[in-house]
């Protein structure tokens, strides 16, 4: 069965700097995708960035990239120039031929002003 | 921008009592999810419905848990006798097509079981 594992709970970066959020993943599986989802107070998912697993070229969005190590299913998240708005839980996730999308325990991420 | 709504955002009910929870995705999409976020653990499927009838649910998904599209547009998640434990956040969500496309969620509805 896949899984998702996120190691920190929680994390604190100052504004304006860079942090790098950890997700490793397991499956048997040669095609996949990878997801990173914000869930604000709100509690609403937003899906932040995500990487399709034959691509070998990491995913960006704007502030948001990844850092895709197939090989060791690393799967890593960094946000650069952190924002007050990026305080929120996020979440790694996985998803594959059956559809479900499987996600981590999640890192709380605080920005400190 | 289209979206997934859910509606109540917030039900309150007590133990024993069935619920249902209702959701309208994007209108075009074709395959449909519900989660669970239980508060402070992770989200958890429980079920995906294409082409009027479920093709996967999680082991969460016992005989107390349906769901249903009545009318074409609402997706229902029905909780027979609902359970202390099933208090959490119930997330909708739609997708075009099974894998190649994006899962849109809803804003989620809490169930709060008394």
């Known amino acids: 069965a896949q899984t998702v594992t996120q190691s920190q709970p929680e994390m604190s970066v100052q504004e304006a700097e860079t942090v790098t959020l950890s997700c490793t993943y397991d499956?048997?599986?040669?095609?996949?995708?990878l997801f990173w989802y914000k869930q604000p107070p709100s509690r609403q998912m937003i899906l932040v960035i995500r990487?399709?697993?034959?691509?070998?070229q990491n995913a960006t969005e704007n502030r948001f990239s990844v850092n895709f190590q197939k090989a060791a299913k690393s799967f890593s998240l960094k946000i650069s120039d952190s924002q007050l708005g990026d305080a929120a839980m996020y979440f790694c996730?996985?998803?594959?031929?059956?559809?479900?999308?499987?996600f981590g325990k999640g890192t709380r991420l605080h920005i400190l002003p | 921008e289209p979206e997934v709504t859910q509606t109540p955002s917030h039900q309150v009910t007590q133990m024993g009592q069935e619920v249902i929870l209702r959701c309208v995705p994007i209108?075009?999409?074709?395959?449909f999810y519900w989660y669970r976020q239980i508060l402070g653990q992770k989200v958890e499927f429980l079920v995906s419905?294409?082409?009027?009838?479920?093709?996967?649910k999680s082991e969460i998904f016992d005989d107390q848990f349906s769901v249903e599209r009545p009318d074409g547009s609402n997706f229902t998640l029905k909780i027979r006798s609902t359970k202390l434990e099933d208090s959490a956040m119930y997330f909708c969500?739609?997708?075009?097509?099974?894998?190649?496309?994006?899962?849109?969620f809803g804003p989620g509805t809490r169930l709060t079981v008394l």
């Open positions: 969500a739609s997708t075009l097509a099974g894998i190649l496309n994006e899962q849109f």
């Open positions: 499956t048997s599986e040669s095609d996949y995708y």
């Open positions: 990487q399709e697993a034959y691509k070998q």
């Open positions: 996730a996985y998803r594959s031929g059956d559809d479900k999308i499987i």
């Open positions: 209108s075009n999409h074709l395959y």
């Open positions: 419905f294409y082409n009027n009838e479920i093709s996967e």
